[in-house]
């Protein structure tokens, strides 16, 4: 009996990759689809990489939420409006956290079973954008019975045990241990490697600036980007020291803060 939480692949390379900045929580991006989020950064990395569009067997891209109304269009318009031929196939990728690394997987798999030779992986998100839905309304409601949610915070929460992403973190942290200065340590630490490979110019090499633009493909309607300002770096990389972090209120009665956190980190 073999698993699938390892894997083999024969012959699968990377080519080339990058990626946008990593922008605030409502913050300069919050506006944008992520279809063109990842439009943008495929266009730029065909550029970057030299490999034609033309060329790509499969196209396979990540989006753990639906963050807008064509969402389920988003991996053929990321392919189609990069150059990719109309003839290659396209499907979506979710597995919640782990949906980029099953992008990549899915596509060392293809390589490696000869369905493909070349493949165009894309993960897109957007946090600012998950709606506030409802999924009981069609038929209508009853008076006071309106039932909206926050589709964001309602995602973080599994309803099998009943329990949110915050109160697993909690529990591990009860099961296993780590303590709040540890987990603030070990923040402090992040933040401090982040700050220096921004100053050094060490991101700057996977990182695509997102401004302004248009996306035209042939039969296509014109789509595109439309942001005030150029956006070059991470927005949310700031020096936070330990004594800085052990102020902030825990945000789940344990271990957790705003500051700590692998969301407030890394978003």
Not at 77 to 104: D, F, K, M, N, W
Not at 119 to 135: D, F, I, K, Q, W
Request: glycine share 10%; net charge negative; aromatic share 8%.
């Amino acid at each position: 009996m073999t698993g699938a939480l390892a894997s083999d692949f024969k012959d699968a390379w990377l080519i080339d990759g990058v990626r946008t900045p990593f922008a605030d929580y409502n913050g300069a991006l919050a506006q944008i689809s992520p279809i063109d989020l990842g439009i943008k950064v495929a266009r730029a990395a065909f550029k970057q990489s030299g490999v034609s569009p033309q060329d790509v067997g499969t196209v396979i891209a990540g989006s753990m939420a639906q963050a807008s109304f064509d969402a389920y269009m988003l991996p053929r318009h990321i392919g189609l409006y990069s150059g990719v031929p109309t003839r290659t196939p396209a499907h979506l990728v979710q597995r919640v956290c782990g949906t980029g690394i099953e992008v990549l997987c899915q596509a060392a798999d293809a390589v490696s079973l000869g369905r493909a030779e070349l493949a165009l992986c894309v993960g897109t998100e957007s946090m600012s954008r998950n709606p506030v839905a409802a999924y009981s309304h069609r038929g209508g409601f009853r008076l006071g019975q309106i039932e909206f949610k926050d589709f964001l915070w309602e995602a973080l929460r599994d309803s099998g045990p009943d329990l949110t992403m915050g109160d697993t973190a909690e529990n591990l942290a009860r099961q296993y241990q780590i303590t709040r200065p540890q987990v603030d340590a070990y923040a402090a630490r992040s933040f401090t490697r982040a700050v220096e490979a921004q100053r050094s110019g060490f991101l700057g090499g996977e990182i695509v600036a997102v401004t302004s633009e248009s996306f035209e493909a042939d039969g296509l309607k014109t789509r595109g980007i439309r942001i005030k300002d150029e956006l070059s770096a991470d927005t949310h990389i700031r020096p936070s020291t330990v004594e800085q972090l052990a102020k902030i209120k825990p945000a789940f009665g344990g271990v957790q803060t705003g500051g700590n956190s692998s969301e407030s980190d890394s978003k």
